[in-house]
């Protein structure tokens, strides 16, 4: 059975302080791996795709980075209008089902 | 450019009573996606359709049913809704084939006493 963990659940960081979100995968045959976060009372907004180990993307203070078994949103200098929840989510085969983890509520005050 | 619009935002309904959730996509996208979203479980996939003309279950799909009405439009039906089917819905569209990122609209919260 295909599964996402994501820790940690909730991260409170002050302005300025780089952190780490981390998303752990067990899945049969990965076609892809996907970060959204989702602000309060939005829909998930897509952030990036890694297809395989090693892929790394980045968008102005997020970095996205995977392994074979995990993968982590790196957050630099990050500021108030960060804060929300990370999700990530896996695909795995062909179809295009995906497989969401539960979320990171990542805070950070100023 | 709308994106992904759903219809209503909010809604409580009765036990026992139905409704249709509408979505629309102006994205040209061919696959469309129904999810559900509780506290503690995560989004979860409830019905999708990888194209028009076709539609397949997800994860949690008892008690539900959908509709491809055109390439645009995917609809899903509470036929005679339960309390456990309070949640918040979420709709998303996609380019047809795996890997592709899907795009969601911004849910409806359902309630139902």
């Known amino acids: 059975e295909d599964q996402v963990t994501q820790s940690p659940e909730a991260l409170r960081l002050q302005e300025g302080e780089s952190s780490s979100l981390n998303c752990s995968y067990t899945?049969?045959?990965?076609?892809?791996l996907f970060w959204y976060r989702q602000d309060p009372g939005k829909g998930p907004e897509f952030l990036f795709t890694?297809?395989?180990a090693g892929e790394e993307k980045e968008k102005e203070r997020l970095k996205a980075t995977l392994t074979k078994k995990e993968s982590f949103l790196h957050i630099t200098a990050p500021k108030p209008e960060d804060s929300a929840t990370y999700l990530c989510a896996v695909q795995p085969g062909p179809s295009p089902r995906l497989t969401f983890g539960e979320g990171t509520q990542l805070t950070v005050n100023p | 450019n709308a994106g992904v619009t759903q219809t209503p935002k909010f809604q409580v309904l009765k036990t026992g009573q139905s409704m249709t959730l509408q979505c629309a996509q102006d994205m040209n996208h061919n696959s469309m996606y129904w999810y559900r979203q509780d506290p503690g479980m995560g989004l979860r996939l409830i019905y999708y359709s990888a194209s028009e003309g076709t539609t397949d279950k997800g994860e949690v799909p008892n008690g539900y049913n959908v509709s491809r009405l055109n390439k645009r439009e995917f609809s899903l039906r509470l036929e005679s809704a339960a309390p456990s089917q309070t949640s918040v819905y979420f709709c998303a569209s996609s380019i047809q084939g795996s890997n592709q990122p899907q795009h969601f609209g911004d849910g409806t919260r359902l309630s139902i006493l």
């Open positions: 899945v049969s045959g990965l076609r892809g």
């Open positions: 890694l297809y395989s």
